[in-house]
C-alpha cells in the first residue's frame, strides 16, 4: 500500500509540476514577523538595508500585493498562523483553532486537524518529506509533535519591559534601549533570538545534507515584532536624520477607539498619544534595524543552503505574516485594514521561477501552503480554501482571487477590488473608499466622489462575508448602501 502511494504521488508530481523541479523538490519557508511589504529594499520603497531579501527579488518572482485576511483577536498573528497551517479563511480557523486539544470540540463537524494529520507539515510528512521547524510558532497543534525536529519555539513575541512602552519622548532621556542586552525580549538566553533560529537552520540543513528525503524547513523568526532589539551597529545604520517620516503620518487616528486601536491596545501603547514625528522616527530607526539583523541571519540560510548542494533543487518561500504600521495613519500596530499593515513581502525563488519578475495580482500570504503541496506532488485536499501559485508561477494564468477580504474583531470590514479599496467601521459607523492606485497611502477618501462604486463593493462584500462565514451581521449598520 505504501509503495502504491508513493507511486502514485510521484507520477502525479511528475505531471503537475514537469515544467519545475525533475523531482520531489525541497521546500525552505522563511517567515519573518511584523514585517511590512514596503521594508525590502530593493523594492524601493523604503530607505532600508536588506541585500539578502533584495537577493530573493532578484532571483525569483516577487507578489508585490500579498495579503492577510485579518483576526479574531489583537494578536493577528495567531489567525494569520492558524490560517496558514490549516489552509482554511479567517473564521473557519478559528473554529478549527477552538477544536484544538479538546476532548469535547466546540464545532462538532471540524476535525481536530494536528490529531487527524491535517497540519501543512503533517501532508508534507505524508508526501515523504523530512520537517524541521524553528522559531515563532503560535498555533495551539504542538510542533514538536507535527514536525520531525522543532527547536527552539518560541512564544508570540520576546517580553516587553514596562520601560517599553510609551516611549520615546523628545528631551526625555529614554529608559529602553534596542542594544542593552539587560532588556531581556530577544536577548534572553544570551543570544538574539534572530541567531538563534539561523543557528538552528544552518544545522537543519547540515542534516539535511546527509539524507535522501526531500526537506519541509519551517523557519519562523520573532524579529522584526517588537521590542525591536537589534546590535548597536545595526541601530547606527540609521541615524534619525536618515529617517523619513512617512507621508500619511498623523499624530492619531480620529477612529482610533471604535475601530478597537485605542491607547491601551499593547501594540499602540508603545508609543506616545499624540504622535510625534520623534517618536515615529524612533520606532522606525528601531524597526529598520531589526530587519536588517533579520537579513543578515537570512544571508546565512541562503549561503547555507547554497553550501548544502541542495539549492538547485530547492523552492525558497519568504513573506510575513502581517505587516505593521509604526507611524503610517497615526498607528502603531496591525489591528486596522490599511496597506501597510495587512500587506506584505512575498518572494519566491526555485527551479523554473522567473527571476526578477513582479506579479501585481492580489493573494495572500497562505496560498505558500497549497503551493507547496502541489509543488511536492500532493493533491490538494478540498479542505484547503486558499489557492495554489503555481500557474501563477509558471506563467500558464493567475491566481484566482477577484478580491480580498479583510476582518478584524467585529469593527472593521474591508473588501480590496478592481483597484478601490472599500473600508467598513461598524462602530462609527463609517464607510471609507481609496482609490489604490492613485493614492496608494490611502490618504484621501473619495467614497462621496463615487458612491456607484461603494455601492458596488459592498455588494461585492455581502457575498464574500457569506463565502467567508462572517460571523458579523451588518444588517441596518449601513442603510444608504
Given amino acids: 500500500m505504501m509503495v502504491s502511494r508513493f507511486f502514485l504521488l510521484a507520477l502525479g508530481f511528475a505531471f503537475c509540476c514537469s515544467c519545475f523541479a525533475d523531482e520531489q ?16 529594499g530593493a523594492l524601493g520603497m523604503t530607505d532600508i538595508e536588506t541585500p539578502n531579501l533584495d537577493r530573493l527579488v532578484e532571483e525569483g518572482t516577487t507578489f508585490t500585493h500579498a495579503y492577510n485576511m485579518g483576526g479574531w483577536n ?15 479563511y479567517l473564521w473557519k480557523a478559528k473554529k478549527i483553532s477552538e477544536n484544538i486539544g479538546k476532548d469535547k470540540p466546540a464545532h462538532p463537524g471540524i476535525p481536530n486537524y494536528p490529531k487527524e494529520g491535517m497540519m501543512w507539515s503533517q501532508m508534507m510528512k505524508e508526501a515523504g518529506y523530512d520537517t524541521y521547524m524553528t522559531g515563532k510558532w503560535h498555533v495551539k497543534a504542538d510542533a514538536a509533535e507535527i514536525f520531525d525536529v522543532a527547536r527552539h519555539i518560541r512564544p508570540g513575541m520576546p517580553n516587553q519591559t514596562d520601560e517599553g512602552y510609551n516611549r520615546p519622548v523628545q528631551g526625555v532621556p529614554d529608559k529602553w ?109 528601531e524597526y529598520y534595524a531589526i530587519i536588517t539583523h533579520l537579513d543578515t541571519q537570512i544571508g546565512r540560510i541562503l549561503d547555507a543552503l547554497e553550501e548544502s548542494g541542495k539549492r538547485e533543487n530547492t523552492y525558497i518561500f519568504f513573506t510575513s505574516d502581517h505587516g505593521l504600521a509604526v507611524g503610517h495613519h497615526g498607528l502603531i500596530g496591525k489591528q486596522n485594514p490599511f496597506d501597510h499593515s495587512v500587506r506584505v513581502p512575498f518572494m519566491v525563488v526555485g527551479p523554473g521561477v522567473e527571476a526578477s519578475k513582479k506579479v501585481d495580482s492580489p493573494i495572500y500570504l497562505q496560498d505558500v501552503m497549497p503551493t507547496s503541496l502541489e509543488l511536492a506532488g500532493v493533491d ?83 457575498e464574500l462575508q457569506e463565502e467567508m462565514e462572517d460571523p458579523v451581521d451588518l444588517e441596518g449598520v449601513f442603510p444608504e448602501l
Avoid at 25 to 40: R, Y
Avoid at 74 to 88: F, Q
Fill in 25 to 40: 523538490p525541497n521546500i525552505l519557508f522563511i517567515f519573518s514577523d511584523d514585517q511590512c511589504f514596503e521594508t525590502i
Fill in 74 to 88: 489583537g494578536a493577528i498573528c495567531v489567525a494569520s498562523r492558524h490560517m496558514l497551517n490549516t489552509g482554511a
Fill in 177 to 285: 534601549s534596542p542594544f542593552d542586552t539587560s532588556f531581556d525580549g530577544f536577548w534572553k538566553g544570551g543570544k538574539h533570538w534572530s541567531e538563534v533560529v539561523a543557528d538552528d537552520a544552518q544545522d537543519f540543513l547540515e542534516m539535511a545534507k546527509a539524507k535522501e528525503n526531500p526537506f519541509f524547513m519551517y523557519i519562523a523568526f520573532n524579529a522584526p515584532h517588537d521590542p525591536r532589539q537589534s546590535p548597536r551597529e545595526y541601530v547606527e545604520k540609521y541615524p534619525l536624520d536618515r529617517i523619513e517620516v512617512p507621508e500619511n503620518f498623523l499624530p492619531e487616528y480620529p477612529y482610533k477607539n471604535e475601530i478597537d486601536n485605542r491607547p491601551s491596545l499593547r501594540d499602540e501603547k508603545l508609543a506616545p498619544f499624540p504622535r510625534t514625528k520623534y517618536a515615529v522616527q524612533v520606532h522606525r530607526q
Fill in 380 to 462: 490538494v485536499p478540498e479542505r484547503v480554501q486558499f489557492k495554489s501559485l503555481v500557474p501563477a508561477l509558471e506563467g500558464s494564468g493567475e491566481v484566482g482571487y477577484e478580491e480580498i477580504y479583510f476582518a478584524y474583531l467585529e469593527s472593521q470590514r474591508t473588501i480590496v477590488k478592481d483597484g478601490f479599496k472599500l473600508i467598513l467601521f461598524p462602530n462609527v459607523p463609517k464607510v471609507l473608499l481609496f482609490d489604490l492606485k492613485n493614492d496608494p497611502l490611502e490618504m484621501r477618501d473619495v467614497s462621496g466622489e463615487y458612491p456607484e462604486k461603494v455601492g458596488e463593493l459592498y455588494k461585492h462584500f455581502q
